[in-house]
Each structure stands twice: as C-alpha cells, then as structure tokens.
C-alpha cells in the first residue's frame, strides 16, 4: 500500500495532564531524515487528548500510516472471550473499546485506569490496586508469533515498566474515536473512503530484529538507532538528534517510523492470522501460514 507519510507514536498511558513519554516521529514518502513532531501548543509535551486532536486534523487530501504503541485489543482466540467466564464479554474488538471507555467515561485525557476501581472486572486485571483473581498471563497470537523476536508484556498486566496494559486501557479508548475518521488495522477491510490507517507497533521489536539491544544504563546510543535505520533502509536522523529521559521514547518513535515504511511496501506484512479480527496485530510481525 502506498502512503504520502508515516507517524510513530511511543503512547503512553498515565493519568497525568501531561504525558512525558508520548512521542512522535514523522517520515515522509520520499526519501528524507525522520524527525521528531513537538506538540502543536506550547506546551512541552503531548496530552493524549491533543495528540488525537493534531491527528484529526491532519490533511484529509493525503493517506497516513499511523502506528501506536499499545495493544489494540486482548487475547480472546484461547477461550473464544475477552474476559472468561464473565456473561458481558464484548464479542469484538470495537464493541471491546466501546466496554473500555464505558468503565472509564468520566476520566478525562483518556485515561483507562478507572477500570480497575469496577466489581468484578478488575479481577482480571494486575494493576496498580490490586492483583485480581483471574489474572492471567495470556497471549495474543501475535505476541506468540512476536516470541521469536521478543516477548511483549502480557496485555492484563498493568504493573511494572515494561507493562503494556494501562496504556492500552487509554488506546482503546482514543480507537474508539479514531474509528469514525481512520480505517483501523485489521479490523477494517478498508473499503471505505477512510484513506489513512492506524496500526499496531512494538517498537523494540524492530530494533531486535536487527539485534540491537540499548546499552546498560545509558538506553540506545545515536549510532545504534541509525544502524537500525539503516536496516529499514531510512536516512539516519540528524546530529542534534536529542533524547530526553532513561526510556528514549523518542527512540523508540524514530525505529517505528522507518519500520512502518518499510513493512507497508511488502504485501506479506499485510497478512494476518484469523485470530487478529478479534486480538489485533502487531505491524511487523510476520504470519506463517503453516505455522499454527
């Protein structure tokens, strides 16, 4: 698929008015640096709520590739539900992010944490206020796929800093509104005139791809991240390139950014198991036919 341009966003997901770890990157169809997008106001860092804003009101005569960091749904292929044993499991993903945001309607700047004050469902989740009952470490099938490469952490899991799970409780949220204005892959046969496509990313991954892994205490260094650019055959970022911070989100954004160029020119990185109509998919990670 052909694309006038390419956003990694690194999300996050605290319950901040501002959040420090959401970054942008933006590559354009030619082939030029990737770049850093600052937020639009004059604030010093994204809010969630004005980065759906910013991307809402992007060139609507042009097709984006938009890639978020957070799991787009949760495991449901391994007992055919979202939530075992629980009568008001949603049956999609979309009716998924609809239950989502319902649990956490009244918190503002998407945020999803509300989720884990509500009888009941915050017993599957490990969060910050309590460890629930039915907890469980499942994986998507694109997690297990992901496994050869490296393991994202299981998506219920809201503790610790390697956990996805609070920043996809506020990206299921934001679906739920990208939905009207994005095609949203893939769940979406893109048959609609939604010209641009919102993506899965796992953005260690593809620097583990090519086997670069951040150096002990000091995270990736600007060779390491224009090596792997290389590897996505990207132009390397500028020499003032700064990243702010012990998780270089930022690094993270510029990875996702050239690989999601590179992916979208090969038909094969389009394919996906059955199972991702219901769990998602992360970008990148190759499906096998035989292979399950």
Excluded at 49 to 78: C, H, R, T, V, W
Excluded at 170 to 175: I, K, N, S, Y
Aim: proline share 5%.
């Amino acid at each position: 698929m052909l694309f006038d341009g390419f956003f990694g966003i690194d999300w996050s997901g605290d319950k901040s008015k501002y959040q420090k770890g959401i970054k942008v990157a933006y590559l354009d169809k030619k082939n030029t640096n990737p770049v850093i997008i600052e937020p639009q106001s004059k604030n010093r860092y994204w809010d969630r709520s004005s980065l759906i804003q910013y991307l809402q009101n992007l060139n609507s005569n042009k097709s984006y590739l938009i890639g978020f960091d957070f799991a787009f749904a949760y495991p449901f292929e391994d007992h055919k539900n979202y939530f075992i044993d629980f009568d008001k499991s949603p049956k999609s993903a979309k009716k998924l992010w609809d239950f989502i945001d319902l649990h956490n309607y009244e918190k503002p700047n998407y945020y999803g944490g509300n989720i884990w004050e509500k009888k009941t469902i915050c017993e599957y989740y490990n969060s910050p206020v309590k460890k629930g009952l039915k907890f469980n470490s499942r994986r998507r099938i694109t997690e297990i796929y992901a496994k050869n490469i490296c393991s994202p952490s299981p998506t219920f899991n809201c503790v610790g800093p390697g956990a996805v799970g609070t920043g996809s409780l506020a990206g299921m949220r934001v679906l739920k509104v990208l939905k009207k204005n994005y095609n949203i892959w893939p769940f979406d046969n893109f048959k609609n005139n939604k010209k641009s496509v919102i993506v899965e990313i796992f953005p260690t991954l593809y620097f583990r791809k090519h086997s670069i892994k951040p150096k002990k205490n000091t995270g990736y260094t600007l060779n390491q991240i224009n090596e792997a650019l290389k590897k996505y055959n990207c132009l390397p970022v500028s020499k003032n390139f700064k990243m702010f911070g012990p998780d270089q989100d930022e690094a993270d954004a510029i990875i996702s950014v050239a690989a999601l160029k590179y992916f979208s020119k090969n038909k094969k990185y389009w394919k996906v198991h059955k199972s991702a109509k219901k769990e998602g998919w992360i970008y990148g990670v190759k499906f096998i036919n035989d292979k399950m």
